[in-house]
């Protein structure tokens, strides 16, 4: 059966700003044997070039088009939902990049949408104005609900806490479009051409990167070599189909799909060749 994956950044390919041992080399293989991958990040601060040439600097040689980032989904949601529409942005480079990419207009007073992501210029003026914007009639979308961002010197408030400020005072339910949400798991997925069946979600978070997976029916691993801690699943009512140390432990791609990881569910995939099906089934 053919395989993809979707593959989360931090805590799997790297800490901060550190390679994981073996996970240049995994990639290495994927690109080698041309076996359809992406990176999911739940970060909208970087442009898929920042993003391309952070792995670059580690010794990870991918294109653009590996890096589907949650700035990306949120806009590509948001353009089908309004087309040509406008958004006051809580965030930076790679959020209004993607967002002018998308067709949609950045201001300043009477948006369609007060879009939330990750920041370290956010002030309380900005915070201010969003609150006047969705009491005004503004709908409140978050990129991702991650209440904290890891950095080199621990930890700092995230889109998620930011998102709560808003809420908070507004009375405003956000709308969250990064992992564990479908729209960005789907799209990933289709990104790559790949049916449910034949996608693996492959990260270090339970409530992100495994949720995510496990409600998409995609197969899941989940390495150790981030947050999560093999304790820690007994919090949870699901569960990854495969636990690893870290990405080093899937090398071998080839042996690991046929012998670790369970076969993919084809009851879920959908039909990916309509006119074909329609024949077939006619």
Known sequence: MKTGFLIDMDGVIYRGSELIPGADQFIDVLLRQGIPFLFLTNNSQRTRRDVQTKLQRM??????????????????????LKPNGTAYVIGEGGLLQAMHQNGFSIVDHSPDFVVVGEGRTITLNALESAVDMILGGAKLIATNLD??????????????????YLEAVTGRK??????????????????LGLATSQTVMVGD?????????????YRTVLTLSGGTRKEDLNQFAFGPDVI??????????????????????RDDDTVTNFAAWAAANA
């Open 205 to 217: 978070t339970m409530d992100t990167d495994i949720l995510g997976g496990v409600q998409m029916g």
């Open 59 to 80: 010794g990870i040689h991918v294109e653009e088009s590996h890096i589907f980032t949650c700035a990306m989904a949120t806009a590509r949601f948001l353009a089908k």
């Open 174 to 191: 956000a709308f969250s479009v990064g992992k564990p949400s479908p729209i960005m798991m789907r799209a990933a997925r289709k990104e």
């Open 147 to 164: 209440p904290s961002c890891p950095t080199k010197n621990g930890t700092r408030p995230g889109c998620g806490a930011t998102v709560a």
């Open 244 to 265: 690893v140390d870290s990405i080093a432990d899937l090398r071998d791609v080839g042996e690991f799909v046929q012998t670790s990881l369970p076969l993919g569910n």
